[in-house]
């Protein structure tokens, strides 16, 4: 059964930092694309970030370029997502994704955490 785990969401001031972690099990994910999506209070889920297993490839949506990185640890088959210079308007559950086509639309991914929520206050 394959498993998507998300862990290190919480309160943080503006300007702040989190790291989000991924863990992955049930299956061998080194053909698969990890991402990382967010839906915020009120609105549809949108793409962040992605990295590939076995590639160096990642991509990052321009809202969080130079802010977020995207970034895989093999030997304990998670994925994760350093957020630094916290926005109010990043409030947003976030969500761990993995999927075998590298792409930004959630129809792209097969399989989904159950997310984990970060707030940053206005």
């Known amino acids: 059964q394959v498993q998507l785990v998300e862990s290190g969401g919480g309160l943080v001031q503006a300007g702040g930092s989190l790291r989000l972690s991924c863990a992955a099990s049930?299956?061998?994910?080194?053909?698969?694309?990890m991402g990382w999506f967010r839906r915020a209070p009120g609105k549809e889920r949108e793409f962040v970030a992605a990295?590939?297993?076995?590639?160096?490839?990642?991509y990052r949506a321009d809202s969080v370029k130079g802010r977020f990185t995207i970034s895989k640890e093999y030997t304990k088959n998670t994925v994760y997502l350093q957020m630094n210079s916290l926005k109010p308007e990043d409030t947003a559950i976030y969500y761990c994704?993995?999927?075998?086509?590298?792409?930004?639309?959630?129809?792209?991914?097969?399989?989904w955490g159950q997310g984990t929520q970060v707030t940053v206050p206005s």
């Open positions: 990295i590939s297993w076995s590639g160096g490839g990642a």
């Open positions: 994704a993995a999927g075998r086509i590298f792409g930004i639309e959630e129809l792209q991914y097969d399989y």
């Open positions: 049930g299956r061998t994910f080194s053909s698969y694309v």
